[in-house]
């Protein structure tokens, strides 16, 4: 079976609709490592389209806060005012169904799904010192995870550890399959919110027969979603940060 994995919509849809027309006809199903909603412009469209398209979806953060189930004081101001906008657009049948949104991890086939990490789905796992820790607990080969933003991952193999390396400025997509004598923890990046100085939206797919994995880019007009941010009355930085991928 091959999936598309997805992680930090959060909610700009024209990026999501960027990693949909570049992997056309190259997945079976789609699944998400959360955080759908919060900062961008269309967080009822992105939500109406997980609930018909998602074969399985675990919370972010930002979907617990943007649906009443997290305290925000501990969010920057940014993020606290993108939250309580989010609350106020979303409809009652979408914040409904954020609510039941479950955490992670859970399986899927034969991988894992978290938002953070293993251990606690708000945590962030961006160094090789993180991902040692984590290795002990992993219950699956492959393991995806979001929350950072950074698309990669790690690998270990008989004690070895070593990064995998997302795409070039100049690629489209990197291959490799996962060994599976190996432990992997891979990000499929963020959709709608890079910080990895790629402005491109990041996808993963993953073939559970073969083993192979892409890491993939999308482009899309970050100017267009921009526009849609400053009209909508969201904090103006999250409309410049697009272009930077930061």
């Not at 189930?69 to 169904?97: H, K, V, Y």
Request: with cysteine; net charge negative; hydrophobic share 40%.
């Amino acid at each position: 079976m091959r999936y598309l994995l997805l992680s930090d919509v959060h909610s700009n849809r024209d990026a999501l609709d960027a990693v949909l027309r570049e992997t056309r006809g190259s997945y079976d199903l789609i699944v998400s490592c959360g955080d759908l909603v919060g900062y961008g412009p269309d967080p009822n469209p992105v939500v109406e389209w997980a609930r018909h398209h998602l074969h399985a979806v675990i919370r972010g953060n930002h979907d617990r806060a943007c649906c009443g189930l997290e305290d925000i004081e501990w969010f920057n101001p940014i993020a606290q005012a993108a939250t309580r906008w989010t609350i106020a657009t979303l409809s009652s049948e979408n914040i409904a169904w954020l609510r039941n949104m479950p955490a992670g991890p859970i399986a899927v086939e034969s991988f894992l799904l978290v938002h953070g990490s293993p251990l606690d789905e708000d945590e962030y796992v961006i160094s090789m010192a993180d991902a040692a820790n984590m290795y002990p607990y992993l219950e699956a080969a492959v393991t995806f995870f979001g929350h950072t933003h950074l698309q990669g991952g790690f690998s270990w193999t008989d004690g070895e550890q070593r990064a995998v390396p997302r795409p070039g400025p100049e690629e489209a997509s990197v291959r490799r399959v996962l060994s599976p004598d190996s432990s992997w923890l891979i990000n499929p990046g963020s959709v709608g919110q890079p910080r990895d100085n790629d402005a491109r939206a990041a996808y993963a797919i993953y073939d559970t027969a073969s083993g192979e994995l892409v890491l993939g880019r999308a482009v899309y007009d970050t100017g267009a979603v921009r526009r849609k941010i400053e009209q909508s009355g969201l904090p103006p930085v999250l409309a410049s940060r697009l272009a930077l991928g930061c």
